[in-house]
């Protein structure tokens, strides 16, 4: 290993525990028994009683996964589709469509919450879980075409050609030979519209329904309501417990292949 | 071979699932004897523009109706063609320019949008500069074993929701906090330096809260890079800053592009981080709109808020376009 | 700090076990309130009210107990929602544009009379409000409502300066002390950075124009001009324009910030350390003060309305009808720290005698009472206030 390699070897581990400094607070705060969140004054369990008897933590957490699953699976295969048709197919305004697809991504979120509120509020459509899911997906689209694109257009296209030279129409060829090639990018893609969906406030919390929270938007609340965010922290403790839990999962699985 | 797939553990369990799928439509495709459906199959195998359009439609229309129609309601909004009667809005047939004569009357808007775009280019430029060590080392010199649990431990932090880590962030940054608690433990500083409330917070939590956008595209790009590129370069005499400058560098500008407007987006809009850690003189372009939306009552704030907004959204897509074409050009001569 | 907290844990189910610190010598009979309960019940059921099987409210920030909330949830098993907001501005627009709806919201005063003319609320009908009887006479028929047609009254305070004594050593006692950023002695300029002031239009302009001499509710463009001069000459003094959920915590602890203009009980509730779950009526922060300046300040009363476009209307007024229950007020106000009117009776003395809780009656005589405003009038006061908010 040369000398720039440890330096960097050093830099990337100090780096990863720096952005693990604020969870790892999240986590001890997690045990606070302070009613004053802002100091630390002792050990207790109770915010976690307390998170597990709050109904309206879980099924807000419900609220926050179903909602993301399902603009997952819509956002992935819009996107499929998108990305498909540009990468394969040479037509007329391909180049304004990509710049198209751009937009959701590229304006600010809070103007598209707001003028989306604006619309279903002029159209007279009334704000249901369906409401925050569309604008998710609005843009959720975009990130996940973008992902899937860069995919789609860094394989050599020869293996279709192969496939198709080989006697396979274009539907066998694309599950054939695209989608498993693609599938790397798609899960990407579903990670990062997964979590888009997931952890979005802005637009959850500016098209929901009266009394329909997802997690950030009940995080908000339960911040504004004061006192209570200790619970909140006992649940990201349990959030990243759980993740630790996976990646350590993939890691065994790894050593098993 | 490494082929750089590997990293996602699905891919294995699910590319049979794949597979089976679609063998599955394929014979069953085959063994019916063209019934009608088929044959719209076959015209649209057969027609090239009919193919496109099956594949474009589902998130055109989608897009149209829940995306651009919401901003064709505002520029409508902007231009004072709806009145509010109660709970419904009227369509007016009227043109007037109110709104956006009394956005320009407000004096602090070029210097809000000033700050706005100074926050997200410091933003971008400091998570670019933090991950790309960190990217470069991850995705290109680590074991690739390890890669995946890297890449996993470096987006964990990132899967507790963001408000909560913003919160967190400000324990961090108090002036009793840790940071500043280990800066005089260390005798590095003798009074605390006050954080919360400036725009260094602002910057320091939005490059934390935003820091994965930009190192999930350039791991992307430089996971890929080719090994005996760089070898090539290195056995022809390039030194390896040389060789990092000339070669490295370009060829992750895709991803360096995708990561800075992954980043500069939110980052330009942001209204929640100001609002938690910053102070006095951190109204941004998004605590702005929403005040307008918000604060300002009535028809007038929605209106203005409109007006804001559009022309707020019409400067963005400029500027990325000309980002994207100056840097996407440099891509192409690099 | 004080040494020592005694506190009794409160059951609350049913809210009739209430036991308040033997300590303080003060206790309410079981039987008493047992049979105020039954009283009501059979009010209620005479009524023949059926209530709907949701509720959605919509109140400030820190107003109200929860958990004891949740117990009217239970009682009447339906689907309670409650949310918050921190500040009017962000209330109003909610409720004028509609959604999401609510069934019972908590609005001041003017803003709530706005509302009603406006098309915005609905009116309340007294008769489904039997403990409407328990409101003391002082706090019906108010001015903006003398018929009490759309309004019920739910609190009142005064907006004015709360400070941690440990950090700023001279006492304030005037807006002067935040405003005069001329003189290098004054409070904003010896704590620059450790003072905020609310994100609120109503109160932030209405403080500067007190300080000026000027109505709170000026619309006269020039005093309107000078108060936004004021607040933008104070601003980079500022730590921040911050609220309830911000300051209540902050103050405390005296950093990154000491002095907040805030709202009377939100200062108790930060005194005495105010928990959902425990009646406290010793002070925990004795270090934390409350003035409401010498100039004059904004009072305000607080009232549950029904929007127009609310569905749940039965839940909604049995809702009111539990709420100003005489114990149930009460167990709010030893809980949250606000005064709240229908529960006087049982509010143990030594909160009643607290300045901070219960504005003394030699205080009213410096305190501004809003008056309603045309929305004409709004706009040019909020283009004053976006010109502070984005100077």
């Known amino acids: 290993m040369s000398k720039s390699d440890v330096i960097l070897k050093i830099y990337t581990i100090l780096l990863l525990g720096i952005i693990y400094v604020p969870i790892g607070v999240l986590i001890v705060f997690s045990f606070n028994n302070s009613r004053n969140r802002a100091v630390f004054t002792g050990f207790t369990l109770e915010n976690y009683y307390r998170l597990l008897a709050d109904e309206r933590v879980w099924s807000s957490f419900y609220n926050s996964i179903w909602v993301a699953i399902v603009v997952t699976i819509a956002s992935v295969f819009f996107a499929i589709l998108l990305s498909y048709a540009v990468t394969r197919y040479d037509f007329k305004g391909k180049d304004i469509l990509d710049m198209l697809l751009l937009i959701p991504i590229i304006i600010p979120e809070i103007v598209e919450a707001l003028t989306l509120l604006l619309f279903f509020i002029i159209i007279g459509i009334p704000l249901s879980p369906w409401t925050i899911i569309i604008g998710h997906i609005a843009f959720d689209i975009s990130f996940a075409y973008l992902v899937i694109k860069a995919r789609m257009a860094g394989y050599d296209p020869q293996y279709e050609e192969a496939a198709r030279t080989l006697g396979a129409d274009e539907l066998k060829t694309f599950f054939r030979v695209t989608l498993p090639i693609l599938l790397p990018g798609i899960i990407a893609a579903s990670l990062i519209a997964?979590?888009?969906?997931?952890?979005?406030?802005?637009?959850?919390?500016?098209?929901?329904?009266?009394?329909?929270?997802t997690l950030p938007v009940h995080i908000w609340s339960m911040a504004s309501r004061r006192g209570v965010t200790v619970d909140l922290n006992a649940l990201a403790t349990i959030v990243v417990i759980i993740a630790i839990f996976f990646a350590y999962i993939r890691i065994k699985m790894e050593r098993w292949m | 071979m490494d082929d750089g797939y590997d990293w996602l553990v699905s891919?294995?369990?699910?590319?049979?699932?794949?597979?089976?799928?679609?063998?599955?439509?394929?014979s069953r495709l085959e063994e019916e004897r063209k019934p009608f459906h088929i044959k719209i199959l076959d015209r649209i195998r057969a027609s090239k523009l009919l193919k496109i359009i099956v594949l474009l439609a589902p998130a055109s229309i989608f897009l149209a109706i829940f995306f651009f129609s919401p901003f064709i309601i505002a520029l409508m909004y902007s231009f004072n063609m709806f009145k509010q009667v109660v709970y419904t809005y009227v369509f007016v047939p009227r043109i007037s320019l109110e709104y956006y004569i009394r956005l320009l009357d407000f004096p602090g808007i070029f210097v809000t949008m000033q700050r706005s775009f100074y926050y997200a280019i410091v933003t971008v430029i400091l998570t670019l500069l933090l991950s790309y060590p960190a990217a470069y080392y991850i995705g290109f010199k680590l074991d690739p074993k390890y890669k995946s649990t890297a890449v996993l431990l470096f987006i964990i932090p990132f899967w507790v929701n963001f408000l909560l880590r913003t919160y967190s962030m400000k324990f961090v940054l108090h002036d009793e906090g840790l940071v500043n608690t280990l800066l005089m433990t260390l005798g590095l500083i003798k009074e605390p330096i006050r954080f919360l409330g400036t725009d260094l917070a602002v910057i320091i939590v939005m490059a934390y809260d935003y820091m994965f956008l930009m190192f999930l595209p350039l791991y992307g790009v430089l996971e890929k890079?080719?090994?005996?590129?760089?070898?090539?370069?290195?056995?022809?005499?390039?030194?390896?800053?040389?060789?990092?400058?000339?070669?490295?560098?370009?060829?992750?500008?895709?991803?360096?592009?995708?990561?800075?407007?992954?980043?500069?987006?939110?980052?330009?809009?942001?209204?929640?981080?100001?609002?938690?850690?910053?102070?006095?003189?951190t109204t941004t372009l998004g605590t702005l709109i929403y005040s307008f939306f918000i604060t300002v009552r009535g028809e007038a704030g929605w209106g203005i808020g409109s007006a804001a907004g559009l022309i707020y959204i019409i400067f963005i897509m400029v500027l990325s376009y000309l980002y994207i074409k100056l840097v996407g050009a440099e891509v192409q001569f690099g | 700090m004080s040494t020592r907290r005694d506190f009794l844990r409160v059951a609350f189910v049913g809210a009739a076990g209430l036991a308040v610190g033997a300590g303080a010598g003060y206790y309410i009979r079981e039987g008493e309130v047992l049979s105020l309960r039954k009283r009501v019940d059979e009010l209620l059921s005479k009524i023949g009210i059926e209530l709907e099987d949701n509720l959605n409210i919509y109140n400030w920030t820190w107003y109200a107990n929860l958990n004891l909330i949740e117990d009217f949830e239970k009682q009447h098993g339906l689907k309670l929602v409650y949310e918050f907001f921190e500040d009017l501005d962000t209330a109003l627009s909610v409720i004028r544009a509609g959604q999401p709806v609510y069934d019972v919201a908590v609005i001041s005063d003017n803003e709530a009379q706005e509302l009603y003319q406006e098309g915005y609320l609905q009116e309340i009908d007294l008769d489904k409000i039997p403990n409407f009887e328990h409101v003391p006479e002082g706090f019906k028929g108010l001015e903006y409502d003398p018929d009490n047609t759309f309004s019920v009254i739910y609190s009142y305070g005064t907006t004015g300066l709360g400070y941690n004594s440990e950090v700023v050593d001279k006492p304030i006692t005037k807006w002067e002390d935040i405003f005069d950023v001329d003189n290098p002695d004054s409070h904003i300029r010896r704590y620059a950075g450790k003072v905020t002031m609310m994100p609120d239009s109503g109160e932030t302009l209405g403080a500067a124009l007190i300080y000026l001499g000027y109505d709170p509710d000026s619309v006269n463009e020039s005093e309107l001009q000078?108060?936004?001069?004021?607040?933008?000459?104070?601003?980079?003094?500022?730590?921040?324009?911050?609220?309830?959920?911000?300051?209540?915590?902050?103050?405390?602890?005296?950093?990154?910030?000491?002095?907040?203009?805030?709202?009377?009980?939100?200062?108790?509730?930060?005194?005495?350390?105010?928990?959902?779950y425990e009646v406290l009526i010793e002070r925990y922060y004795e270090h934390l003060r409350y003035v409401v300046p010498e100039e004059g300040a904004i009072a305000w009363y607080d009232n549950f309305v029904i929007p127009a476009n609310a569905v749940n209307i039965n839940a909604a007024h049995a809702f009111i009808n539990w709420f100003l229950d005489p114990v149930i007020s009460a167990i709010h106000c030893i809980t949250i720290k606000y005064p709240y009117p229908a529960g006087l009776k049982y509010t143990p003395t030594e909160l009643k005698e607290d300045p901070m809780i219960f504005t003394p009656p030699e205080v009213w005589d410096r305190l501004f009472i809003g008056r309603p405003m045309t929305p004409e009038e709004r706009a040019l006061r909020e283009q004053y206030w976006t010109m502070v908010m984005t100077g």
């Open chain 1, 194 to 213: 997964f979590v888009e969906s997931y952890d979005d406030f802005i637009k959850s919390y500016f098209t929901r329904p009266g009394g329909f929270s």
């Open chain 2, 11 to 26: 891919y294995l369990i699910l590319r049979p699932l794949f597979l089976s799928i679609g063998d599955l439509l394929m």
């Open chain 2, 225 to 281: 890079l080719d090994k005996e590129l760089l070898e090539a370069a290195a056995t022809l005499g390039a030194s390896p800053y040389k060789t990092f400058l000339k070669v490295t560098l370009p060829l992750s500008s895709p991803g360096i592009i995708a990561g800075s407007l992954l980043v500069f987006i939110p980052a330009v809009g942001e209204f929640i981080i100001p609002m938690l850690v910053g102070g006095v003189n």
């Open chain 3, 226 to 276: 000078e108060a936004a001069d004021v607040l933008l000459a104070q601003k980079q003094y500022l730590y921040g324009y911050k609220s309830t959920e911000d300051y209540m915590d902050v103050l405390p602890v005296g950093t990154p910030y000491a002095i907040s203009h805030a709202w009377n009980g939100d200062i108790a509730g930060a005194v005495y350390a105010a928990d959902e």
